[in-house]
């Protein structure tokens, strides 16, 4: 009878530890169900005439290193391996002008072809020698 009862004790402990696991992380910041997510909504685009309202943009570029773009209202952040770049931008059709503040100033553009910026797509950075491949698209949550 002890024996029985040691047996049924330790299956249930194995259960509800069972039930209480929670996974890991799979990547998923659309909440994965129930309870609500605080976490941004992960995209498979955005209309470039909407990046003011605070998008990321996650990727890497040819060279195989990450490349990020941050938009917030009419202000960028720009980062590709080492490098990084702030200003101000603009949206004329499907281009995104970005205008540079730093120190070294310059500009430089994406022209889109079709209005969006997409999970998948190549988008050359012109006049930066640089491109991105779009890995991530997320809101950004801090974005006022």
Avoid at 8 to 33: F, I, K, P, Q, R
Avoid at 74 to 83: F, I, Q
């Amino acid at each position: 009878m002890k024996k029985l009862l040691n047996i049924l004790v330790a299956t249930s402990a194995v259960m509800a530890l069972t039930a209480c696991g929670g996974g890991g992380s799979n990547g998923d910041y659309n909440g994965g169900g129930g309870g609500g997510s605080t976490g941004p909504e992960s995209l498979y685009a955005v209309d470039v005439s909407n990046l003011d309202q605070g998008f990321i943009i996650y990727g890497s570029n040819r060279a195989g290193e990450s490349v990020t773009l941050k938009y917030c209202g009419r202000n960028y952040e720009y980062a590709s391996g080492s490098g990084y770049w702030y200003g101000h931008f603009n949206i004329n059709g499907d281009r995104i002008n970005m205008f540079d503040d730093t120190p070294t100033g310059g500009s430089y553009r994406i022209d889109t072809g079709n209005y969006t910026l997409e999970v998948g797509v190549e988008y050359f950075i012109d006049f930066q020698n640089d491109e991105i491949l779009v890995d991530q698209i997320t809101e950004d949550l801090y974005c006022n």
